[in-house]
């Protein structure tokens, strides 16, 4: 499928200029269709458990395929929070050992779980501070000794939105025994993001983003040879090895064998709709393929950022360069407030653009633009005009 074919399975970019992918991605009508199908099912009481799982089996391989992973390495989370808990719970820790990141550029969902294994654990969390908006891979690795355990950064920040080194800093920290774990709530799916290439430990992805479906759901990633050395907090039968035919209520010969891989981590019935949501978004993810959403998304908001430059404003990055990613942000970041822009000619803007059917956030003080495969070159041209309108 080309692109301008998968645009038209989205009605949400019709009667609006759609730049929100970050807070949530539009979602196709197939995973309409096959959700009220699900509904359909379950309200007449036809749902079947065989179906529901198989359907959960091709979701996970689906998104092994995206990601470049075996479907065994791929655990069926709630959402990217849990994913990043899951994997810090399941390490050996031990007082002393220390956890580097970059706080001021994390979600605050992959800062708490950090405080709180402080508090626990006696765990350091040595805290590097952001480059040019950047999350400073040379800063992260110099911060490393022989106590540091866990490196973890996202792939591509919330706000500003820029793409992160992972490679660099996986190398790295791989070289010296420290383990990576990946935040790519705001990667994958529009943005190459393959595990091996990587060279990543783990990644924790939610469906509401560049997966095109609901809240509620997620995906992670663990390397499999490293899943079976971690010890799930939570344990259930989803998690256990008892056998290809043995009945989902049996307790089996009463031993605790888990299953391979991050499957171990698993615990039972899994979010059925949002399974139903995800797997034509992931099929039609598939069919236009990353290797042509990422060069168009990242076109797209190169587009948006000099337009905005040539305009006078500021965006974050300034011109197009290697750090863009398919955000662009726009204002000057002073501070952390989500809901109105620290400048206030820049609250005038983000009116301006809502009042005129844009659909954009503010984030950490400045208007951030995220581009969906389902954007094009009206889209960016529209917001630049309005922009030029609302200076003249
Ligand atoms: C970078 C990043 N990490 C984590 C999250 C939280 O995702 P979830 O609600 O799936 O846990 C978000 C959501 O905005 C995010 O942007």
New binding site residues.
């Given amino acids: 499928m080309n692109l301008s074919e998968a645009r038209e399975l989205f009605p949400g970019v019709r009667d609006q200029v759609y730049l929100n992918v970050?807070?949530n991605g539009l979602m196709p009508i197939p995973s309409r269709d096959a959700v009220m199908a699900h509904l359909e099912k379950r309200v007449m009481g036809g749902a079947v458990k065989e179906e529901l799982h198989a359907q959960a089996e091709r979701v996970r391989a689906l998104v092994a395929g995206l990601i470049g992973a075996d479907p065994v390495e791929v655990a069926i989370t709630?959402?990217?929070?849990?994913?990043?808990n899951i994997f810090a719970s399941g390490l050996d820790w031990k007082p002393g050992d220390n956890v580097v990141l970059c706080p001021e550029l994390?979600?605050?969902?992959?800062v708490f779980l950090w405080y709180h294994l402080r508090e626990t654990k006696g765990v350091e969390v040595r805290e590097v501070l952001p480059e040019d908006g950047n999350i400073p891979v040379g800063r992260m690795i110099e911060a490393m000794d022989d106590q540091t355990r866990v490196a973890t950064v996202?792939h591509?920040?919330?706000?500003p939105g820029f793409i992160t080194d992972v490679q660099a800093l996986t190398s790295e920290a791989r070289a010296r025994g420290v383990l990576t774990l990946i935040?790519?709530?705001?990667s994958a799916g529009s943005i190459r993001t393959d595990v091996r290439e990587l060279g990543v430990d783990a990644i924790?992805i939610?469906?509401?983003?560049n997966l095109l479906a609901f809240?509620?759901l997620?995906f992670l990633y663990i390397r499999r040879d490293l899943a079976e050395t971690l010890n799930p907090v939570f344990v259930a039968r989803y998690g256990m090895d008892l056998g290809p035919d043995a009945h989902e209520t049996a307790i089996g010969p009463g031993t605790l064998d888990f299953k391979p891989g991050a499957l171990r981590f698993e615990l039972s019935n899994y979010n059925y709709m949002g399974l139903a949501a995800v797997e034509p978004s992931l099929e039609l993810i598939n069919s236009v393929g990353v290797d042509q959403i990422e060069p168009h998304v990242r076109g797209l908001a190169a587009r948006l950022a000099t337009g905005m430059v040539s305009l006078g404003l500021s965006v974050a990055g300034g011109e197009p360069g290697p750090h863009l990613a398919h955000i662009v942000a726009v204002g000057e970041s002073g501070g952390g407030r989500h809901y109105s822009a620290d400048d206030p000619a820049m609250n005038e803007l983000f009116h301006h653009l809502i009042n005129n059917g844009v659909n954009i956030s503010i984030r950490r003080g400045i208007l951030r633009m995220s581009i969906g495969l389902y954007n094009n070159e009206a889209d960016i041209d529209r917001v630049v005009e309005l922009s030029r309108d609302w200076l003249g």
Avoid: C, I, M, R
Avoid at 106 to 110: L, Y
Avoid at 206 to 209: A, I, L, P, R, S
């Fill in positions: 970050s807070l709630k959402n990217v929070s849990e994913g990043l994390e979600h605050p969902n992959n996202s591509v920040t919330f706000s935040d790519s709530a705001q924790s939610g469906t509401q983003k809240y509620g997620g």
